[in-house]
């Protein structure tokens, strides 16, 4: 990090903007967890102890038959989740946890073009051309994220585990090393959370041959335990904060100013076919 700037100043850039939203959402999603394991643990004994009234007591205590009914689904439910481990629970949490690390990485990548216009001379960012018609309409932030979006598409890359991430952040020099037992984490956290969001959570022989550890065999539903899941939040947001710390070393190492003070994304018009034109996007300075 730039030795001038301060932490409120980096936690203004949008790159520690979109830290800061997975943060919020991180914590908020592991007491979501907490507190849905405690619910569904309370209800099972409530929800008993309460269908267990006579009837005769209804009126006093304010139940009708419709509450009654609702009282047995809720017990009846909360037990079934209760005696499958959490499966449900612990998935739902995971593949929004999920997605929301796939959407956190996109916006570091594109907050660190934001902060540093010289990114759009990369390889991998600057191959992509439009007509002039395709996004004469479209502002400098559209247009930016249209970049990305297309450069990503064109990524050719393992997209299991890291992969996918690594070779988004590699657009704007962000990739590197990450501990072996993290990639293996994050590698099981997506295999798990693919087969929820794909199979309803049915291990199949792809599945199967992915993994590669005899977890659940073909046909049986992956059961992702409590601990299980405790890891998967460890590994993400430890993944999420060497993110972080590698734009902060970006940073101090390159001495790039402030977002505020870059120059504006340029438009570059060239002609290389007869009749079609195309737009080209570059750093001013460049």
């Given at each position: 990090m730039r030795e001038d700037m301060s932490e409120f100043e980096f936690q203004q850039t949008r790159v520690g903007l979109a830290g800061a939203s997975w943060i919020n959402f991180f914590e908020r999603s592991h007491d979501y967890?907490?507190?849905?394991?405690?619910?569904?643990?309370?209800?099972v004994p409530l929800t008993a102890s309460l269908n267990s009234i006579p009837k005769l007591l209804d009126r006093p205590?304010?139940?009708?038959e419709e509450s009654r009914t609702l009282l047995h689904e809720v017990g009846t439910k909360a037990e079934r989740?209760?005696?499958?481990?959490?499966?449900?629970?612990n998935a739902l949490v995971l593949m929004a946890l999920w997605g929301a690390f796939e959407a956190f990485v996109e916006d570091v990548c594109k907050g660190a073009i934001f902060h540093d216009r010289t990114l759009l001379n990369e390889p991998g960012l600057n191959k992509a051309r439009y007509t002039v018609s395709a996004l004469i309409q479209l502002d400098e932030e559209h247009l930016i994220e249209q970049v990305f979006k297309d450069s990503v598409d064109q990524l050719r890359s393992d997209n299991r585990g890291i992969g996918k991430f690594e070779a988004q952040l590699g657009l704007v020099r962000l990739d590197g090393k990450v501990p072996r037992e993290i990639k293996d984490a994050i590698f099981d956290a997506q295999q798990d959370r693919n087969?929820?969001?794909?199979?309803?959570?049915?291990?199949?022989?792809?599945?199967?041959?992915?993994?590669?550890?005899?977890?659940?065999?073909?046909?049986?539903?992956?059961?992702?335990?409590?601990?299980?899941i405790?890891?998967?939040?460890?590994?993400?947001?430890?993944?999420?904060?060497?993110?972080?710390?590698?734009?902060?070393?970006?940073?101090?190492?390159?001495?790039?100013p402030p977002a505020?003070?870059?120059?504006?994304?340029?438009?570059?018009?060239?002609?290389?076919?007869?009749?079609?034109?195309?737009?080209?996007y570059t750093n001013s300075n460049s």
């Open positions: 967890l907490r507190i849905s394991h405690a619910s569904i643990q309370a209800a205590l304010g139940l009708d989740e209760l005696e499958t481990g959490f499966e449900l629970t087969v929820w969001a794909h199979r309803a959570g049915t291990a199949d022989n792809r599945y199967v041959r992915e993994l590669g550890r005899n977890r659940f065999r073909a046909g049986e539903t992956v059961k992702i335990s409590r601990e299980k405790e890891d998967y939040f460890l590994a993400l947001m430890t993944y999420g904060t060497i993110i972080i710390n590698r734009f902060r070393e970006a940073l101090f190492t390159s001495g790039t505020a003070a870059d120059p504006p994304v340029q438009l570059v018009v060239q002609r290389d076919v007869p009749g079609r034109t195309y737009i080209k």
